[in-house]
């Protein structure tokens, strides 16, 4: 056990029980920091993609008349 560490064990120590548990969350936090996200960010944007429409737009200027038409009236 390297110096650090043993430092850190008897820093956890002097911490009363019921603090134990916000020591544990935090530790938890910081090593949640540096796992490989990389698969959670691919499943993630496997589900924006599915959600994501294809346009079937082909005349732009037409729509955008279509659009003003109906919120501003002629």
């Known amino acids: 056990m390297t110096a650090l560490r043993q430092s850190a064990m008897r ?3 002097k ?3 019921d603090k ?3 020591i544990l969350q935090i530790m938890q936090g910081v ?3 540096y796992k490989d996200n990389q698969s959670e960010r691919k499943k993630a944007f ?18 955008l008349a ?9």
């Open 11 to 13: 820093e956890l120590e």
């Open 15 to 17: 911490i009363p029980e």
């Open 20 to 22: 134990i548990g916000f």
């Open 31 to 33: 090593n949640g920091l």
């Open 46 to 63: 496997a589900r924006l993609e599915k959600l994501r429409r294809k346009g079937t737009v082909t005349d732009y200027d037409a729509e």
């Open 66 to 74: 279509s659009y003003r038409d109906e919120k501003y009236g002629e």
